[in-house]
Structure formats: structure tokens, C-alpha cells
């Protein structure tokens, strides 16, 4: 690369006016960039706040359209659901996640009904189903891995035969991608995609996410066994071929903020449709500092958004996107 010298070079001219600056944008976010992550919870009538996510709410299948309708109109491209399941619906294999009328896929198939062109991507792990709150069956005091995945098979099918798009395992196990592909395959889903949390984090910003599940009050332990370390980004490399070796069509990284070095080792290193997760605690870190007046909302939403893009993701899964979205067409409207 050849660069010139200060005074010839000035690095400031291009960043002088507003249309320079939109000339020389390296990268650009829009609505086709977003996911947004819905909560779902039984009963009727009911929309009900979560306290540590301040403007993200539960809410049940009646309301459940009219909850999504703001998002179809912006053209969010995708939806990623996830269920809360009572106390007295799990139990320690979770079996309640291959009832064929559980939460998840009545709201695949009113959804499909109402918004036939939005993407519905499934949540694929035991955590919300089981009594111990892990995200596969313990044996002997330990995740089993095998019999783990046997289960999220039958759940990926369960949620593809209901209308799911994109299964979403974000359990961690191992051999799980090829497991659920073989599963879906043998269904005669062969369209459904695959988009694997390959390089999960064992994480302390899944913590409002938890208490919007009520899986954190159920949580035994820690998930350490199965999600990766923090301290590691080599592993998540291989964790991503694995699941690219296995068929997975898109991966993901999660948390987002905190591993933005990740995203931008994946891209490179195998370009491929790569995402992140803006994670509840990124979310409610960021919303509280708004809230006490120490952040510009909307600047700082964009802003944690542009990050990903810069880094490399294809897209990026927030609690922020329908707002975003607005944002976003304000700024295009001029
Ligand atoms: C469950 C799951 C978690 C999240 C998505 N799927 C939590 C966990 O692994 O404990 C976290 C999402 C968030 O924090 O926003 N398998």
C-alpha cells in the first residue's frame, strides 16, 4: 500500500463534509443486517417486562403478531424465537422440546400463516425445557454429549416439521451440526438451514437472558463443559470448521462485542456467512448506561451495530433491531 506524507496527505479532507464521509463509508449497516430475538411466554393476554432488559418484553401467542407486525413492515429479514417454558412442563430429558405443540412451534405455524416471508430461526438446545437447566441431559453428574445430541435431533426436526427456516443449535455439543443435517435430511427438510452458534462462549452476558427464560433460577452449575472458554480464539477456529465440515450453512459467534476479534479471524479465515449475537448482558449494559443519561441512545446503538459489520459479520442477531430499523430508515429517508 502505498500512503503519502503529512502535508500532502491530510487524512482529514475526506472526513471534511457529510457527503465525503457517506463517499468513503467502508461498510454500511441496514435492515438486512438484522435479527431479532423474540420471547414467548404460555397463557393468554399477557405481555410482561423483563427487569433486567428494560424495553424487551414476553409475550404470549394471541399478541404475538401484532408484537412482530413492526418488524415485518421495517423488513426485518429474520426472527430468532425463544420459548419460556413453565416449571411444571420440564423435566430432567427436557421432553417437553419434542412436543409437536409445544410454544416454539404454535408460534411457527401462526407466524407462517401471518408473515409468510419472514424467516423464523429456532432455537435449538435443551436449557429452556430442562429442570436442571443445562443445555443437554445429565448423566452421572456430567452433560452426555451422544445422548445429548440424539434429543437435539429430534428437537430440530420437531421445530422444522412446524415451519422453522433455520435451525439454530446453540448447545454446544459436539457432532451435533451433522446430527441434526442427517435429521433434517432423513424429515425431507433438506431446504432447512442451518446456522450454528459454533464458538459459544461460556459467558456472564447471557445473565438477563436467563432470567427472561427463568433458566438461571434452574441452572445447576455452570455451562463451562460444554461452552467454550473466554481466554480462547484458536479453539473457536476449529469449533467453526467442525461445524462447517458437518454442514452448518452460516455460523455464529456469541457473545458479540467482547469477541469481535473472533468474528474478524472466522471471516477471514473461511469466509463464510458468519454472525454474531449482541447478547442480553451487551444489551442491558448498554441501555442502562442510557437510561442514567451516560450514553446517546441512538448513536450508541448504531454504533455497537456498525462494530460487527466492520469486523466482518454477515449480520447480527439484537434486542435492539426493530429500533435500530428505525433508525436506520430515518437516516435513508434524509
Ligand atoms: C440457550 C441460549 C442462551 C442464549 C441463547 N440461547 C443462554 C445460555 O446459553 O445460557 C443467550 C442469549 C442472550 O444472552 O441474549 N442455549
Redesign the pocket.
Known amino acids: 500500500m502505498t500512503v503519502g506524507r503529512f502535508p500532502a496527505t491530510r487524512m482529514r479532507r475526506n472526513r471534511h463534509d457529510a457527503w465525503t464521509r457517506r463517499l468513503v463509508a467502508e461498510t454500511r449497516l441496514s435492515v438486512d443486517d438484522l435479527i431479532w ?1 423474540i420471547f414467548m411466554i404460555e397463557g393468554d393476554a399477557t405481555t410482561s417486562d423483563i427487569a433486567s432488559m428494560p424495553g424487551v418484553q414476553r409475550v404470549t401467542l394471541d399478541r404475538l403478531a401484532a408484537h412482530i407486525a413492526p418488524a415485518a413492515r421495517l423488513g426485518i429479514p429474520a426472527l430468532a424465537l ?1 420459548p419460556a417454558t413453565p416449571a411444571e412442563k420440564k423435566d430432567p430429558d427436557g421432553t417437553e422440546s419434542a412436543n409437536p405443540d409445544n410454544l416454539i412451534c404454535q408460534a411457527a405455524r401462526l407466524l407462517k400463516r401471518e408473515f409468510p416471508d419472514l424467516g423464523l430461526i429456532g ?1 435449538v ?1 435443551l ?2 425445557y430442562t429442570s436442571h437447566g443445562h ?1 443437554g441431559v445429565l448423566r452421572d453428574g456430567t452433560v452426555a454429549n451422544d445422548e445429548s445430541v440424539a434429543i437435539l435431533a429430534r428437537q430440530a426436526t420437531n421445530q422444522a416439521n412446524a415451519g422453522i427456516d433455520v435451525i439454530a443449535p ?2 454446544m455439543m459436539d457432532g451435533r451440526i451433522g446430527a441434526i443435517r442427517e435429521a433434517l435430511d432423513a424429515a425431507g427438510h433438506e431446504h432447512t438451514r442451518l446456522m450454528s ?1 459454533a464458538a ?1 462462549y461460556a459467558s456472564a ?6 432470567d427472561a427464560l427463568g ?1 438461571e433460577a434452574a ?1 445447576k452449575g455452570d ?1 463451562k463443559t460444554y ?1 467454550m472458554d473466554p481466554a480462547n480464539g484458536d479453539e473457536a477456529l476449529r469449533e467453526v470448521e467442525l461445524d462447517l465440515l458437518e454442514g452448518a450453512d452460516m455460523v455464529m459467534i ?2 458479540g462485542m467482547p469477541y469481535l476479534d473472533v468474528v474478524r479471524r472466522v471471516h477471514e479465515r473461511f469466509a463464510v456467512p458468519t454472525f454474531a ?1 449482541q ?3 451487551e ?1 442491558s449494559m448498554l441501555v442502562a448506561a442510557i437510561e442514567r443519561g451516560w450514553l446517546d441512545r441512538d448513536r450508541a446503538i448504531l454504533e455497537s451495530l456498525i462494530a460487527f459489520k466492520r469486523a466482518g459479520a454477515s449480520g447480527v442477531l439484537t ?1 435492539f433491531a426493530v429500533e435500530a430499523a428505525r433508525l436506520l430508515r430515518e437516516r435513508d429517508a434524509g
Open positions: 430475538p425463544f432455537d438446545a436449557d429452556p443445555d446453540s448447545d452458534y459459544k452476558f447471557y445473565g438477563p437472558f436467563r433458566s441452572l455451562k461452552q456469541k457473545p449475537y447478547v442480553s448482558g444489551y434486542y
